[in-house]
């Protein structure tokens, strides 16, 4: 369940990120910040902590156990740490696939946002749209979002087409988010990624 809620988290980051790019402010509201990141779903409500920097990003998260997990793009490298154990895994990051720079600009990606109603979020006044993502005329991802209008159209909340998903962000800081949260904590040991089935032997662990 945590793995899931992991990766739930990681998902609705990406895609939201992905809206900012797309139909956000100006690049410098979004090169630094700080916010909480509260999220719903069939796993259970639990709440993460984000920093971004200059495409960096660092999630925090507590649910049973703290794991952090950082996405470094410049080193092609997702780090996912496990406080409690000081150990931490090595995921290749993939540029080529993850950057939005590039769907932007790929013919055969669409994005679609349609205006649904004024609603407020957390305080900000916030505009509602149904966001769309199509590739070759299929669609790949779809949802809601809301553009708080006195933060420079952030996207403070989003919600999956089939309202299963739900994810508020709040105590939105811009600026101060220092290079050193980005980096591996001194002291923790690496493990290799768990082997699929039938794909290899057990997981192990470098000392």
Same mark, same amino acid.
């Given at each position: ?60 998260? #507590? ?10 793009? =410049? ?18 990051? =993939? ?21 649904? +109603? ?16 199509? #590739? ?49 904590? +001194? ?21």
């Amino acid at each position: 369940m945590k793995k899931r809620a992991a990766v739930c988290i990681m998902s609705i980051f990406m895609l939201s990120l992905f809206a900012i790019k797309a139909f956000g402010a100006s690049p410098g509201t979004f090169n630094n910040y700080s916010a909480d990141m509260e999220t719903t779903s069939a796993q259970g409500s639990f709440t993460s902590k984000i920093f971004f920097k200059d495409g960096k990003m660092r999630m925090e998260g #507590t649910q049973g156990s703290r794991s952090i997990n950082i996405i470094r793009p =410049d080193k092609k490298v997702i780090w996912m740490l496990m406080v409690d154990s000081k150990t931490y895994m090595e995921i290749p990051f =993939d540029i080529s696939k993850e950057d939005i720079q590039s769907k932007l600009r790929d013919p055969n990606i669409k994005t679609d946002k349609e205006f649904i +109603a004024n609603e407020v979020v957390d305080k900000h006044p916030a505009k509602k749209y149904r966001l769309t993502i199509t #590739t070759g005329g299929k669609k790949e991802k779809s949802g809601y979002i809301w553009e708080a209008t006195d933060l420079s159209n952030f996207v403070v909340k989003y919600q999956s087409e089939d309202k299963k998903i739900t994810t508020v962000w709040k105590n939105i800081n811009t600026g101060g988010v220092t290079d050193s949260v980005f980096e591996l904590p +001194a002291g923790y040991k690496k493990m290799d990624m768990p082997v699929m089935p039938g794909k290899g032997g057990p997981i192990k662990q470098k000392h």
